[in-house]
């Protein structure tokens, strides 16, 4: 089936054939997702990625963003589930909290 779009652009898609098609598909989609994220779960823990991106898909997967406080509860929970320490998160807070660097200094003339 398709239709025409506004600007003369035409969109198509099919429907499935029958409703076991559609939940098969529902099906495929969801193992698909859930072996996505058993990947990602693995990447967040794996010693040969940076603290730094540890974090960062850490903060992805849970879509959340690493507390500012050096003391926040969540601190524990992210050291544990990137395989990280208490001290790497805090160095990673600290990171994000200083002053980003000067912008680029115009030449005298």
């Known amino acids: ?20 098609d559609f939940r098969a598909t529902v099906l495929q989609a969801n ?3 859930r072996q ?3 990947k990602e779960l693995a990447a967040q823990t794996s010693q040969s990625v940076t603290a730094h991106d540890r974090i960062r898909m850490w903060e992805h997967l849970h879509a959340l963003h690493l507390p500012t ?3 926040h509860k969540l601190v524990r929970v992210i050291a544990e589930q990137t395989n990280l320490s208490v001290a790497d998160i805090q160095a990673e ?3 994000r909290a200083a002053p980003s660097a000067a912008p680029f200094a115009h030449a005298a003339t």
């Open 93 to 95: 807070q600290r990171r």
């Open 69 to 71: 406080g050096l003391d």
């Open 1 to 20: 089936m398709s239709f025409k779009l506004s600007a003369g652009a035409v969109a198509s898609y099919s429907l499935p054939v029958s409703g076991d």
């Open 36 to 38: 996505t994220r058993r």
């Open 31 to 33: 193992e698909a997702r």
